[in-house]
């Protein structure tokens, strides 16, 4: 399986982006997706995950009101709309699958992709 994400770059404070995660090589409807993040000097954690079905979702509190995670499974597609970006929003954004039959929001998630870098200047 591959994953591609894209949609990351250099914004201001309060603006705004879409990340975009393409899977090909394997069926995604069946999958819970997310997103991580990563930012300088800390560990990788999870920032939104969406079931499988889309009908439910899980942000992390410092992102909460901001982030909004979406899917089309037609597409095979995740995506992550970043709001209000703040300067601690930096890090590089991953995204990633996990088989339908196991929580979506615990953060043992098994495919990856290879990340998108998101720069947010003061």
């Known amino acids: 399986v591959q994953l591609q994400a894209s949609g990351g770059g250099l914004v201001q404070t309060g603006g705004s982006l879409t990340l975009s995660c393409v899977v090909s090589?394997?069926?995604?409807?069946?999958?819970?997706a997310a997103w991580f993040r990563q930012a300088p000097g800390k560990e990788r954690e999870l920032v939104a995950a969406?079931?499988?079905?889309?009908?439910?979702?899980f942000y992390a509190d410092s992102v909460k009101g901001r982030f909004t995670i979406t899917r089309n499974n037609a597409q095979k597609s995740a995506y992550l709309k970043l709001d209000s970006l703040k300067p601690e929003d930096t890090g590089v954004y991953y995204c990633?699958?996990?088989?339908?039959?196991?929580?979506?929001?615990?953060?043992?998630?098994?495919?990856w992709g290879q990340g998108t870098l998101v720069t947010v200047s003061s």
């Open positions: 090589g394997r069926s995604f409807s069946m999958y819970h």
């Open positions: 969406i079931t499988w079905t889309a009908d439910n979702t």
């Open positions: 990633a699958l996990k088989f339908w039959t196991a929580p979506f929001d615990q953060d043992d998630y098994a495919d």
